[in-house]
């Protein structure tokens, strides 16, 4: 095996390495992300709006704009040492097996149960609950990458945890729906019986199979209705998680600076941002102070392109448009990606820190197909041992790109990317693959526009 | 977070304090595991006999009862390098939730896509075929587990890997089939139409959903047929995966060094072995030369107790009776645990070298009820994050016991168990534990003395 410089395959910071405070990419940016906005009144969300769905402490760090480092609580602190640092990993075999002088490394979030990066924020979110006296918390999921996450972080808290989870998911993707109940937390399909919402769902829509909009209208539901008791966490898209996720990328560059490395190249995947947002953010923050510069690049699946085909604009953040609106790159709420679409990463906008950073030109974006992204995804099964998960597999067809590149050119670039989890809950899409049965699923102009055309009309 | 002597919540050894050498605990045994037996002729298998279905580096180590060490070839340790060192964790959530003065440390082999240990003797395996210049492995797989490690093995050596998999785990658990794929292995049911042996099963009867025994004979059928280009690999009971897995025991012993920390008591699950044995090989080494005493714990499950109500005997390895005879604790080959145990370590009989060890009083053994294990299976899920697998559990169940009965007596004991894998692919019986529809099952008496009474008739 190479060894380049004695740098080993991984490396893991230690335990009192974990960073102590969350970086806050929005104080360093020069146009701010826009606010989110009541989708009655037009007017931006002030934090009284937020405080019936949110917890205060969450509102707090939604709505700030300005500081830079905010504290990580202890408590949090001793819940990442569970599976924090996560190791970065100079990937020796794939640099291999590609024949490539670039320098390949990757962050990687799958080595704990919930299988991805969700926890880092899932742990925060239900700290902030337990602190402020809560009997618990709602959410929705899809898939279940998250709800598994809260499901963890709250049997750590001795936290309720009810989740809406989206019909067809319950029914065919147990598994994961499993993984949550032996965590203790409720596991409701959605539509239910429980709340308003489902019941009128259920009612105009007779054996429908749910989707996540109508998840999160159930959850959000029984936050607001529970007296206080009960709030409403999410785990993608809001500032809060973004800034949470920054972990991901201060662990990173703490790694990087150890080795002596430096990325010229840095890579995600991105659905609404979570994982992106905290992989680049202490990059970023460099790159807007002025103080380094690095090709940032975020990979979207062709099948639901938000930065690459979307635009810029005040939308719904769900399909049901009970939720504010936020100004971000968007499909359209009204956007569906193909059901044939295995990849992940299906959500119709992006985070508005990451939209603004985008449009503002600090960051490049990518589409890719998802034959080629699973085809990635194999090779780097076989050559690197982990088994990614198609979300995180978008990062790696680029990263795979970018030094095939450096191949034709004998550049030897240094490249970053989020390996964000494994996919062992994501077997059904690789045995499509596995077995030639899956296509490429890219919508055409006209579908486009008839979601874009919908948007909600807002001067921001 | 309790910080007992500074001692962390994960210690991983560095990638270069990666074992050189394996430690063959059957040099230091007074007496040595019993030979084979060749079950035409009841004589000690040979190396002849042997080399047409085993790799010649593999019989060498599997007859080799006096070489204490033997080195790790270096692509072997290249590859550990992927998942290698393991984690060395103390389990302070664990200690808390329990209130009890007993350090608690597990050796972690579940941070690997195949999920388990597995991995540590399937890529030696797959490089002595490769070194021997074979096209391919043939292997059995029942749930799953080692056909992945295999399958991960041989794809990183470019050879064909040819998995006979019990038809009924083929059909009903698909994942690890589709794991085994992603890895580029061929996957076939069993009984299968591609053997003689797998035909005349299926014709005998017909609609059959296969068993082990038979996955076994298939997969080695095809081994000795093949002209020399494939072999049949093993994933327990053999010697040559002991000593395989003695890397867990001897990077267990390294970190537990380093730290400043001895076991009292070694605890881990036993089914054909390997694990344990390679757990605690190092310690028992130790024990066995007079330098040190451990209370050495074997778990099984109460519905198949090999060791704690079996005989010491010759008996088959497989139920099909076409393999070697083995000297073991045997629950007899014909011996099938009831179809509702979920809870893995099916095996009828014992690793020989452990066999002889309990026979001789080196370590003892405890049946634990499947229900008891996924209680503590939850508990540990919920408290230290890892959700583990039912094998695993095993031994957190009596490692939890152990640090009670701390409680009680107010000692500071110092535990080690072996947490050998993950249960992200047994959801199903976890969904029965959620549901409260798992029970337990324990063997009548008389159902034990119909498969004992079955042994062949050997004088040894």
């Known amino acids: 095996m190479k060894n380049d410089n004695n740098i080993p395959y991984k490396t893991y910071l230690e335990e009192h390495e974990i960073p102590r405070q969350w970086y806050n990419v929005r104080a360093d940016m020069p146009v701010k992300p826009a606010p989110l906005l009541n989708p009655g009144t037009g007017q931006p969300l002030t934090a009284e709006e937020m405080t019936p769905i949110f917890c205060e402490e969450l509102v707090k760090q939604e709505l700030d704009n300005d500081t830079p480092y905010i504290d990580i609580p202890e408590e ?12 970065l990993i100079r990937a020796y075999f794939l640099e291999e097996a590609l024949d490539t002088p670039a320098k390949i490394y990757y962050k990687f979030e799958g080595s704990n149960t919930s299988g991805s990066h969700k926890l880092n924020s899932a742990i925060a979110q239900a700290y902030y609950a337990k602190k402020q006296g809560l009997k618990g918390v709602t959410t929705e999921t899809g898939a279940g990458q998250w709800g598994t996450a809260l499901s963890m972080a709250c049997s750590y808290f001795d936290l309720d945890c009810k989740v809406y989870m989206v019909k067809v998911s319950y029914e065919q993707k147990p598994f994961r729906r499993e993984v949550m109940r032996t965590y203790g937390a409720s596991v409701v399909p959605s539509p239910s019986l429980e709340t308003d919402i489902g019941k009128k769902i259920n009612e105009e829509f007779p054996g429908t199979t749910g989707s996540l909009g109508c998840a999160i209208s159930e959850a959000v539901e029984v936050a607001v209705k529970s007296g206080g008791e009960y709030k ?3 785990g993608s898209v809001l500032n809060q998680v973004l800034l949470h996720q920054s972990i991901i990328g201060m662990e990173a560059k703490a790694a990087c600076d150890k080795l002596g490395v430096k990325p010229d190249i840095i890579i995600g995947c991105a659905g609404g941002g979570s994982n992106l947002g905290g992989l680049i953010s202490p990059f970023m ?8 510069d690095y090709d940032i690049v975020a990979v979207e699946p062709a099948s639901c392109p938000s930065f690459t085909r979307g635009k810029f604009a005040y939308d719904f953040c769900d399909t049901g448009k009970i939720c504010p609106l936020a100004k971000m ?23 508005p820190v990451l939209s603004q950073l985008y449009h503002d030109g600090y960051m490049r974006a990518v589409a890719v197909e998802q034959t080629s992204v699973f085809a990635a995804a ?20 680029v990263a795979i790109d970018e030094a ?8 030897e670039k240094t490249i970053l990317f989020g390996l964000t989890g494994t996919g ?37």
């Open 76 to 87: 949090v602190r001793d819940f990442y040492k569970m599976y924090r640092p996560s190791p």
């Open 232 to 234: 409403y966490e999410l």
């Open 285 to 292: 923050g460099e790159k807007l102070r002025g103080e380094a």
């Open 329 to 351: 790159y968007t499909l359209g709420s009204s956007f569906i990606p193909s059901a044939n679409h295995a990849g992940g990463l299906r959500y119709h906008g992006m985070s």
């Open 378 to 397: 194999e090779l780097f099964a076989r050559v690197e041992g982990t088994l990614p998960a198609p979300e995180s597999s978008h990062a790696i067809r």
């Open 404 to 411: 095939l590149k450096c191949k034709e050119t004998g550049e």
């Open 424 to 460: 062992y809950f994501d077997m059904v899409a690789y045995e499509k693959f596995n077995d030639g049965a899956m296509g490429d699923y890219i919508p055409s102009d006209e579908e486009l526009e008839a979601s874009l055309s919908q948007l909600p009309q807002i001067d921001a």
